[in-house]
């Protein structure tokens, strides 16, 4: 049973345009919520993070909204650059003090110059 | 570069057999928490070890186990391989504080299991 959904695969954007990254969740437990990049050959490094008392966070280029009552978030990247070509995935626990992720399955974001 | 090693980046063992995979912790981190990514799929939580001991697992079988020494370096043990067993194995090293920004991913091991 996948706690956390991630439907888009794939995602193509042009350079300076917005993407926009989507994610699901079905545990109404989950109170912390994170986005992480990952390149190949290379380990997920972390992006972003939220919290369920916050319905958004912001730094710099990168916003995580998120709905509660949708159990939705989505990550906004503005503008989006080609390095940015990476897999995204969402993750999710019951508590920020713990690093038990539930992954989604990724989406692979491209950038076109 | 996040200072967290995983050894061997590449393994292909045959099912039935064990394998021992390795992680070397970021120096001061005393957190190693191991996930296994199946093709196409999210990290799955396998569990954690802090100060040598296991805290917390996720839903694996009891034939994948771990070992933390007292360097905080870490290893994930896998008895029995299956085929299904073949996947990219992460590690990540961290401090107990649970703060993402402070939890470092290594670059995986690819496991093949034929």
């Known amino acids: 049973d996948q706690q956390v959904k991630q439907n888009s695969p794939s995602l193509s954007v042009q350079e300076g345009r917005i993407s926009i990254l989507n994610c699901d969740y079905t545990n109404s437990m989950f109170d912390y919520f994170l986005w992480y990049k990952k390149y190949p050959a290379e380990g997920p490094t972390f992006l972003i993070s939220?919290?369920?008392?916050?319905d958004k966070n912001e730094d710099g280029r990168f916003t995580v909204f998120l709905n509660k009552s949708a159990k939705h978030l989505s990550l906004h990247i503005v503008p989006s650059q080609p390095g940015d070509s990476a897999v995204y995935f969402c993750a999710a626990s019951g508590a920020s003090g713990t690093y038990k992720y539930i992954f989604g399955t990724g989406t692979r974001l491209k950038v076109l110059a | 570069e996040t200072g967290v090693t995983q050894s061997p980046t590449h393994l292909i063992k045959t099912r039935g057999q064990q394998v021992t995979l390795r992680c070397s912790s970021q120096s001061g981190h005393n957190t190693v928490s191991w996930y296994q990514q199946a093709l196409g799929q999210g990290p799955q939580f396998i569990f954690q070890y802090y100060r040598e001991e296991e805290n917390g697992r996720g839903n694996f079988p009891p034939r994948f186990s771990g070992l933390q020494f007292p360097n905080y370096s870490s290893e994930l043990n896998v008895n029995a391989l299956e085929l299904d067993d073949s996947a990219l194995y992460l590690c990540?090293?961290?401090?107990?504080?649970?703060?993402?920004?402070?939890?470092?991913f290594g670059q995986g091991t690819r496991l093949t299991v034929v």
């Open positions: 939220i919290s369920s008392i916050k």
């Open positions: 990540a090293s961290s401090l107990a504080s649970g703060n993402p920004k402070e939890a470092f």
